[in-house]
């Protein structure tokens, strides 16, 4: 490893949009959610849910997708990565969750 990049990102009752732009690198992705904390201000019965859903992009055109429960990191390694978009989804609660780059040689 050569270098890394790390960021917490929350979201409270709506969808958080994150991109990220990089020279072709080789890095290793992980996303992992931290926490979750329902809020029942309305109606206890209503559901809650919390995911997040990133897409990695390659030089050479490749696309992989990555979906992350609460308490599971997803994780994906690239060796020409060039952009990471991704959507954090808080529904009746807030979510935060890590977003982790660890750059290769």
Same mark, same amino acid.
């Given at each position: 490893? *050569?270098?890394?990049?790390?960021?917490? =990102?929350?979201?409270?009752? !709506?969808?958080?949009?994150?991109? !990220? =732009?990089?020279?072709? *690198?080789?890095?290793? @992705?992980? *996303?992992?959610?931290?926490? &979750?904390?329902?809020?029942?201000? $309305?109606?206890? /019965?209503?559901?809650?849910? #919390?995911? #997040?859903?990133?897409?990695? !992009?390659?030089?050479?055109? &490749? =696309? $992989? $997708?990555? &979906?992350? &429960?609460?308490?599971?990191? +997803?994780?994906? /390694?690239? +060796?020409?990565?060039? $952009?990471?978009?991704?959507?954090? *989804?808080?529904? /009746?609660?807030? @979510?935060?969750?890590?977003?982790?780059?660890?750059?290769?040689?």
């Amino acid at each position: 490893m *050569i270098d890394q990049g790390f960021q917490q =990102v929350a979201a409270w009752n !709506y969808t958080l949009s994150l991109h !990220y =732009v990089f020279p072709p *690198i080789s890095a290793v @992705v992980q *996303i992992c959610l931290s926490s &979750r904390h329902d809020f029942f201000a $309305e109606d206890p /019965r209503l559901p809650t849910s #919390a995911t #997040a859903l990133f897409t990695e !992009y390659t030089a050479d055109g &490749r =696309v $992989e $997708e990555l &979906r992350s &429960r609460l308490g599971f990191a +997803s994780t994906f /390694r690239a +060796s020409a990565l060039t $952009e990471v978009k991704g959507l954090l *989804i808080a529904d /009746r609660c807030r @979510v935060d969750a890590f977003v982790n780059f660890f750059v290769c040689p």
